[in-house]
């Protein structure tokens, strides 16, 4: 059985900051890509950044100077640093990775969302 726990999700005025944390854990092999995604009330879920195992990051235009994605392989956990928070951040994050479990299956797995709120 494989978990994704995120945290670090909340309440944040406009121009502030907020690191989301995502850990994974269970019967897990390795883990290759990991990242975040979120979905605003009425829209569709989106890409914000993902990380490989190797460190290559991929960040969606809309967050690309405001956000980093960064990984722990040891923790087996994934962060997104956020700044300069807008209210059009607004939106549910979840966190996803791509991971190989002991005994050969591989898929993606998903974790609960958190909620991201950004007050103007």
């Known amino acids: 059985q494989v978990q994704l726990v995120p945290s670090g999700g909340g309440l944040v005025q406009a121009g502030g900051s907020l690191r989301l944390s995502c850990a994974a854990s269970g019967s897990i092999f390795s883990i290759n890509t990991m990242g975040w995604y979120r979905q605003a009330p009425g829209k569709q879920r989106e890409l914000v950044s993902t990380i490989t195992n190797g460190g290559s990051t991929n960040v969606a235009d809309s967050v690309k100077s405001r956000c980093t994605i960064t990984r722990n392989n040891a923790k087996n956990t994934v962060y997104l640093q956020m700044n300069s928070l807008k209210p059009e951040d607004t939106a549910v994050y979840y966190c996803?990775?791509?991971?190989?479990?002991?005994?050969?299956?591989?898929?993606?797995?998903w974790g609960q969302g958190t909620q991201v709120t950004v007050s103007s």
């Open positions: 996803n990775a791509d991971i190989w479990v002991a005994g050969g299956a591989h898929r993606g797995y």
